[in-house]
């Protein structure tokens, strides 16, 4: 499918390296926030909350997206094995930017700069959420490209057309063994990939939700049934994961996205079934 090795540096300006990671990440929450402000006008609300809203969002995404990664405990990659011994490099973006980033702790971060914004800004923080919600799986979708320039979020070998090479310097675990697995005829799971299409999914998804059943939703619904969908993609993609942070086995993002999925359907169903407001 992709028969060479990007190059995660897009471009140059002097000594400073602009990736293709970062660009991704940007245009992703561009895009949603655009599509946000046409929602938050067919609402009926004011779309300048979006934008107002958007770089408290980033920036507390970055830094939880950045704590996740920096505990947890890969099995092949920096973790807190190594930070704990090297707190700098936490910080250290001019090392070719900060490498390593979680999606959960950018969700939690991203909740709590909306939460903040709402409280400052004395508006209902649920019926936010849920506009947040709805496009945020499109920005996924699109930042996930960034892991193919890195080329990281790969699984396992395949023979399917579609799959990825990966050079040597991006192989891990037994993969880096070139004798059974040359690098120019050795392909690999496009993981990424398979969440990027999933994530376009889900946003399907949530649009036609949003409006087949605008009149039954309550605030905070939209907000439950992204904790339904996006952890269900985590629990299919992280079969292809050989490089996985696990726990008794198990892949931790595959436990969360199960106590995610467990606590957001009851939460619907209690809402809807026996609360009545």
């Not at 999606?103 to 508006?123: E, N």
């Not at 697995?181 to 889900?202: D, G, K, M, N, R």
């Not at 087949?212 to 269900?232: A, C, M, Q, T, V």
């Amino acid at each position: 499918m992709f028969p060479f090795f990007p190059d995660p540096i897009a471009f140059r300006i002097g000594p400073l390296a602009i990736r293709w990671y970062g660009l991704l990440l940007a245009l992703g929450a561009l895009v949603a926030a655009l599509i946000a402000e046409r929602e938050a006008r067919r609402r009926g609300d004011n779309p300048d909350h979006v934008w107002n809203a958007l770089s408290l969002c980033i920036i507390l995404g970055i830094i939880g997206a950045r704590l996740y990664h920096v505990f947890s405990s890969p099995a092949e990659g920096l973790g807190w094995s190594y930070y704990r011994q090297h707190p700098i490099d936490i910080i250290a973006f001019w090392k070719g930017g900060l490498q390593g980033l979680g999606i959960y702790g950018a969700v939690a971060g991203g909740i709590l700069g909306l939460f903040i914004y709402t409280r400052i800004a004395k508006l209902n923080f649920l019926h936010w959420a849920d506009l947040g919600a709805m496009v945020l799986p499109l920005a996924q979708a699109i930042g996930r490209w960034g892991n193919f320039f890195n080329q990281e979020l790969y699984g396992y070998p395949t023979t399917l057309p579609w799959g990825i090479k990966i050079d040597a310097a991006h192989r891990y675990g037994p993969f880096t063994d070139l004798s059974k697995y040359p690098v120019e005829t050795t392909l690999f799971h496009p993981t990424f990939l398979y969440e990027s299409i999933l994530c376009l999914i889900a946003f399907g998804i949530m649009m036609w939700v949003s409006r087949r059943f605008s009149g039954r939703l309550k605030d905070g619904d939209l907000l439950l049934l992204y904790f339904i969908l996006y952890p269900l993609i985590r629990i299919i993609t992280e079969f292809q994961r050989p490089d996985a942070w696990r726990a008794w086995g198990i892949p931790v993002a595959q436990l969360i996205s199960a106590g995610c999925i467990v606590l957001a359907s009851a939460l619907l169903i209690y809402r809807h079934a026996f609360r009545r407001d």
